[in-house]
């Protein structure tokens, strides 16, 4: 049983950066995908960025050019790079990966805060 822990999350002005990490307890180069998912309060959670293990990559409209997701299969780690950040962005973050035999991972999250 693969364990994700997420680490990185915080209070930031508008226009900041952040980078969120997702640390696995095993091995992720098996996984087919891994990727960050946030729920705003009120909100449904959603995918916001997903990289398969080829290395292709997917946005979320309102996170293309400003979000860029990569993982390191050495470290077992996967990445957030949070860019140009907006209030909108507010959010917990959610690491999520799915396994070769198709079982979903989930991290607890982290908060991430945009604020002036």
């Known amino acids: 049983q693969v364990q994700l822990v997420e680490s990185g999350g915080g209070l930031v002005q508008p226009g900041g950066s952040l980078r969120l990490s997702c640390a696995a307890s095993g091995s992720i180069s098996s996984f087919n995908a891994m990727g960050w998912f946030r729920q705003a309060p009120g909100k449904q959670r959603e995918l916001v960025t997903s990289i398969n293990s080829g290395g292709s990559t997917y946005y979320e409209d309102s996170a293309k050019g400003r979000f860029t997701i990569s993982r390191d299969n050495a470290k077992n780690t996967v990445y957030l790079r949070m860019n140009s950040l907006k209030p909108e962005d507010t959010a917990v973050y959610y690491c999520?990966?799915?396994?070769?035999?198709?079982?979903?991972?989930w991290g607890k999250g982290t908060l991430v805060t945009v604020s002036s």
């Open positions: 999520w990966g799915v396994s070769g035999n198709s079982i979903d991972y």
